[in-house]
């Protein structure tokens, strides 16, 4: 590999075989280096291949700013989430999340604690991001050699959230509200509570996310027969009155309407959802 650009000694830019640019993280890998030199295979610690050419310029500002090591476990917590979640995480968890770390680091150093105001929601609706942030600070402990507080975990799962749904923070915190709100509808109606750790309460919640997700972007979704729709709400009115509510609060303070699609599958999930409760 060629060195394409000099960031600082720790890190260079390079091109693959497709000609994509690459960043290069190594100590001392640009030190008494010249744009043109072979890269020194031996000094190379981290390979970032970003697809989305705006964030990787955003990134390639972001890398100047940081110190190497908050680089590097940035790509290891990423690489992690993307193991355990098995998910296509946003290439801009690299920016927020490297960013995020940098400064509650700086924070701690202070003494001060940020306590996320969704961990409530996201320990009960996001169990497999918030596992994932947990195993994160052990990462962060191991690298850094950081006890980080346990309220870390709720805000490092966020970004997981985020980048999983590729939408703003600002986005999600309404998308996380919106469920609570929902929830909260179903256990009032049914006079109920749910055993979250259930495979049936983990996909009803699954199906639920991607509901509030198009709900707070404004994108319906409807390909539902109406033989089909018609046939489910005979048959189960009882959880059909409470997508009604559902429905109604939505279009109330979402402005959204939730297609005869939407209300057709909602209600399966649930049905199936209280015969296992």
């Not at 970003?50 to 908050?70: H, S, W």
């Not at 998910?87 to 700086?106: M, N």
């Not at 009960?124 to 690298?143: I, M």
Request: aromatic share 12%; hydrophobic share 40%.
């Amino acid at each position: 590999m060629i060195i394409k650009q000099i960031f600082n000694n720790n890190i260079v830019s390079t091109t693959d075989e497709k000609g994509q640019e690459l960043l290069i993280l190594g100590r001392g890998i640009g030190f008494n280096f010249r744009a043109g030199d072979v890269i020194d295979d031996a000094r190379v610690e981290k390979v970032f291949r970003l697809q989305d050419a705006n964030i990787y310029e955003k990134f390639k500002a972001t890398v100047t700013e940081l110190p190497v090591n908050i680089l590097q476990v940035t790509d290891d917590i990423v690489t992690l989430a993307r193991t355990q979640l098995r998910s296509q995480l946003s290439d801009g968890i690299y920016i927020s999340l490297s960013d995020h770390i940098y400064f509650a680091v700086q924070r701690l150093e202070q003494g001060m604690i940020v306590r996320n105001p969704l961990s409530w929601e996201i320990q009960h609706f996001y169990k497999a991001e918030y596992d994932a942030a947990r195993e994160a600070l052990h990462l962060l402990k191991e690298r850094l050699g950081i006890d980080f507080p346990k309220e870390e975990i709720c805000n490092i799962a966020l970004h997981f959230v985020n980048a999983e749904i590729n939408d703003s923070m600002n986005d999600v915190t309404h998308m996380m509200q919106l469920l609570q709100e929902v929830m909260n509808i179903i256990k009032y109606h049914f006079h109920t509570e749910f055993d979250e750790e259930s495979a049936s309460y983990f996909r009803f919640i699954t199906h639920l996310k991607y509901f509030c997700q198009r709900v707070i972007t404004q994108q319906s979704h409807d390909d539902a027969e109406e033989y089909l729709y018609e046939v489910v709400k005979k048959n189960y009115p009882d959880t059909f009155v409470c997508i009604h509510k559902i429905e109604t609060f939505i279009r109330k303070h979402y402005q959204y309407d939730m297609t005869h699609s939407e209300q057709l599958y909602l209600t399966l999930h649930l049905e199936r959802l209280m015969k296992r409760t």
